[in-house]
């Protein structure tokens, strides 16, 4: 679980520092990887959109006293393809807020906001370490009636093997995080260093509390956006860089709709059903696994007699130079 902290959030600064488609080929011939293979781990494939957000931290573990912050993240289930679904259901995701301006955030998972639609390839059984299957490849967003993938690139084809390219959407890479508590706020080491250098007393920051809980909004979206912004001038003289490969368009939406009902029909029902995740139940999460690396047994090929016969010669060569032309320091 890589942690990526936000400390203090806009508004709570600002009040802080100013006081203030068709298929010409069969599923069999879709490779594994490909959609046929992420319906087929599947319990249920779903077009959604995100009409609810909460955050809870799972349960302590010495690897973890306060817990790992997890997303519960409803979605409004507008159309099913494949297995079964309520008219609502709540998924289990690892990362999130952690309720005092702060968020943990994991490699090879999703954030989310409200408002977001998405096409999700769900797994069975009770709710898992990631309840989408290989976590984020398991959603697909929908934008603009195109299709990317759950990090916002594009989906440019998926009869056979899923591909990828073009110009990626990496603004779409939100999270939607509630308003901490004032009383956790101030204990953000920025915060607290602000209070002591301005002497703030406690009628002071009483006046803070219901300034803060006046003005700060009870949500916040959070652009997750890790694309470098940076552009220098070129003055090698040389002509651009041509394009090295063009992609189509991203596949509108009824495309990549008629290719998961073409697959689902050549796999046929799933054996499970999804089990929602619960906000209100307690739950663990895996520590860490130390795999031991086993020693490997490398066998040097053995040199040949003309390779044997070079390396006589050049180990003969060092020894003579070395002792035929001693070192002279001036």
Not at 142 to 171: N, T
Request: net charge negative; proline share 8%.
């Amino acid at each position: 679980m890589k942690p990526q902290l936000f400390l203090g959030l806009a508004t709570a600064c600002s009040l802080f520092l100013s006081s203030q488609t068709l298929m010409a080929h069969s599923a069999a011939d879709a490779p594994d990887g490909g959609l046929r293979d992420l319906m087929a781990q599947s319990a249920a494939v779903a077009y959604g959109k995100v009409v609810d957000i909460q955050y809870r931290n799972s349960e302590p573990t010495r690897e973890e006293p306060k817990g790992v912050p997890h997303t519960f993240v409803t979605y409004e289930i507008g159309k099913v393809f494949r297995g079964y679904l309520p008219e609502k259901i709540t998924l289990r995701v690892p990362g999130g807020a952690d309720g005092s301006g702060g968020a943990y955030t994991e490699t090879t998972a999703p954030t989310f906001a409200r408002g977001e639609a998405d096409v999700l390839f769900i797994p069975g059984g009770e709710p898992g370490d990631c309840q989408l299957v290989n976590c984020v490849e398991g959603r697909f967003r929908v934008l603009e009636d195109r299709i990317y993938s759950g990090f916002g690139v594009p989906l440019v084809g998926a009869e056979k093997a899923l591909e990828f390219g073009g110009k990626p959407r990496f603004d779409v890479n939100t999270m939607e995080m509630p308003r901490p508590a004032f009383d956790k706020v101030i204990k953000q080491p920025d915060a607290a260093r602000w209070i002591a250098a301005n002497q703030i007393d406690s009628k002071g920051l009483e006046e803070l509390r219901k300034k803060y809980e006046a003005e700060a909004p009870a949500l916040y979206r959070i652009n997750m956006n890790v694309e470098g912004i940076t552009k220098a001038d070129d003055y090698s003289g040389e002509a651009p860089a041509a394009v090295i490969k063009k992609y189509r368009e991203p596949l509108i939406t009824d495309e990549f709709f008629a290719l998961i009902e073409h697959f689902n029909a050549e796999l046929g029902q799933p054996e499970q059903r999804v089990v929602p995740a619960n906000p209100k139940l307690a739950f663990t999460v895996k520590p860490p696994v130390a795999i031991a690396v086993k020693e490997l047994a490398v066998t040097e090929p053995k040199p040949s007699d003309e390779e044997l016969k070079f390396r006589g010669q050049t180990e003969n060569f060092v020894r003579k130079t070395a002792t035929t032309s001693p070192l002279t320091v001036k």
